[in-house]
């Protein structure tokens, strides 16, 4: 008869509220053993690269989920991906402030792209100063020093294997720290 289940029906009934409370308390605990990140493998079936986005960040921090958000830069979260290197030894990060496609430096500012009818138009984007990148696994880091005016940052380091987590930055000359959104890796 409450087809929208507008009535709240929890005070005429406390007993059966108390027992579904207890089915799923109990539910929930018998899965939590299974609750886990899933790490990225780095080593692909044809040793291509892969291309984390910001996307893929562990973060308690707003993720920057769109393009308006990433052109204006006023995110910057703290945080990780979960990586797996299947095959040891030396791989190169290159660190980006704009997509990789797009071939913006990490300083440029980009043009405003005008609303139209029926689109939604995007922010200018807002380059960044860096002096170079930051690449931190686990209690590993790896640095190199790198030119704003380039699309990229590129961070090179030899690895073992196992599970990393991977925290990707550029260095501001001020020496804080502006996450990359876009990380591209690949074995050399």
Known sequence: TDISQTENLSDKFPERVKNMQVFYDEWWKSTEADMHYASIPLNTPNNENVLLTVHDLHSEDPIPWNQDLIRKGEQQPKGYYLIEIT???????????????????????????????????????????????????????????????ESHVSVTGSLENGTYRLAASFITPDTSEFPAYYVNITKI
């Open 87 to 149: 095959e040891p030894g030396n791989y190169q990060f290159d660190l980006y402030r704009y997509p990789p496609e797009s071939n913006f430096a990490i300083n440029d500012t980009v043009k405003e792209i005008a609303s139209k009818p029926n689109w939604n138009g995007l922010a200018k984007g807002i380059g960044i100063k860096v002096v170079g990148g930051q690449i931190k696994l686990n209690d590993f880091v790896f640095k190199q020093d790198g030119n704003a005016s």
